[in-house]
């Protein structure tokens, strides 16, 4: 199956200052690379997406990059605030058994004030 | 709001015990996935269902079951439980499984087993 490896784990930043997420998967025919936040007590939700006939998309404070050689994306937060504190997943979905999605091992993301 | 329910949020229960989880889909969403999240495992994909059909299994322990309901509700049979199945539980849905999109997750049901 997928593997996918998620760096760092946990990430501590100065409010103010941008947090970029790393995650790099083995082997992969899929097309999608979303990315998760989730917060305390809730359920992952979905930040930010990108497809593969693209190498960069930005929603306000967040991009994503993705280099399908390579087998990378990244998030990056912008002028983090401290709502920012949460866990990020990034998943690949897994086109052969419908699309299940395989996630990384989160990054823990800290805003100090 | 994502939009999918579950229940219930807390559950505590003994060993050997059995559980039912329950989760109602988005409006309009056909597939049901099923997902454990553990500290030492992390987010854990376990069993899918698409239009009251099985699609998809993880590493489902055989203690556990699902199944999907005309109404296209979901519930997840936890039995014989152990300590170490106490783990938050996730239910997602999205609209059809061959589509790469977006899958909305519930609230989650906290499983304390003592």
């Known amino acids: 199956g997928e593997n996918v490896e998620q760096h760092p784990s946990t990430l501590s930043v100065q409010e103010g200052d941008s947090a970029v997420i790393k995650c790099t998967y083995s082997?992969?025919?899929?097309?999608?690379f979303p990315w998760y936040k989730q917060e305390l007590g809730k359920g992952p939700q979905l930040i930010i997406d990108?497809?593969?006939?693209?190498g960069e998309k930005k929603d306000q404070r967040i991009a994503v990059t993705l280099n399908k050689t390579a087998k990378h994306f990244s998030l990056h937060i912008t002028e983090t605030q401290p709502e920012d504190s949460a866990v990020y997943f990034c998943a690949l979905p897994d086109k052969a058994a419908g699309n299940k999605l395989t996630f990384g091992g989160g990054t823990r993301v800290l805003v100090k004030p | 709001d994502s939009g999918v329910t579950q229940t219930p949020k807390h559950l505590i229960t003994a060993t050997g015990q059995r559980v039912t989880l329950r989760c109602s889909p988005r409006s309009g969403d056909l597939s049901v996935y099923w997902y454990q999240q553990s500290l030492d495992q992390g987010l854990q994909f376990l069993i899918q269902y698409y239009n009251g059909e099985e699609r998809a299994k993880g590493n489902i322990l055989e203690r556990f079951s699902a199944q999907q309901f005309p109404d296209l509700h979901s519930e997840l049979n936890l039995s014989s439980l152990e300590l170490g199945d106490s783990a938050l539980y996730f239910c997602?849905?999205?609209?059809?499984?061959?589509?790469?999109?977006?899958?909305?997750f519930g609230q989650g049901t906290r499983l304390t087993v003592v």
């Open positions: 082997d992969s025919a899929s097309n999608y």
């Open positions: 990108i497809r593969s006939n693209v």
């Open positions: 997602a849905s999205s609209v059809v499984p061959g589509v790469e999109t977006e899958a909305f």
